[in-house]
């Protein structure tokens, strides 16, 4: 079974930190692009950061500096640490994967997305 379950969300004050963690099963993990995503009320949801297979990483600016993501190919998992948090970034975040080429060693053998079910991030002022 395909699944992305995300956990770690919470509230916590401004200033503080959080770890976001994204367990993938049903998917040759190692081979996808893993990002998160966020979305607050009455707001699209919004890329916050990627890392893809080979380890490069890209990130929202308004999080540069502050958020890091990482994987961990033998856990499955993708992690999003969070520092310095501001009221803004609260939302719920999403974790995503992607599968990339080639495609053959995947278990569907195409192209995938899979989105989790998300976990609240909620920074009081």
Known sequence: QVQ?????GGLVQAGGSLRL???ASGITFSFNRMSWYR???GNQRELVAVIRSGGSTNYLDSVKG???ISRDNAKNTVYLQ???LKPEDTG???CNAISEPPYSVHPTG???EVWGQGTPVTVSS
């Open 66 to 68: 502050r958020f890091t």
């Open 39 to 41: 979305q607050a009320p």
């Open 82 to 84: 969070m520092n310095s």
């Open 110 to 112: 195409a192209y995938l």
């Open 4 to 8: 992305l379950v995300e956990s770690g």
């Open 21 to 23: 963690s994204c367990a």
């Open 92 to 94: 719920v975040y999403y």
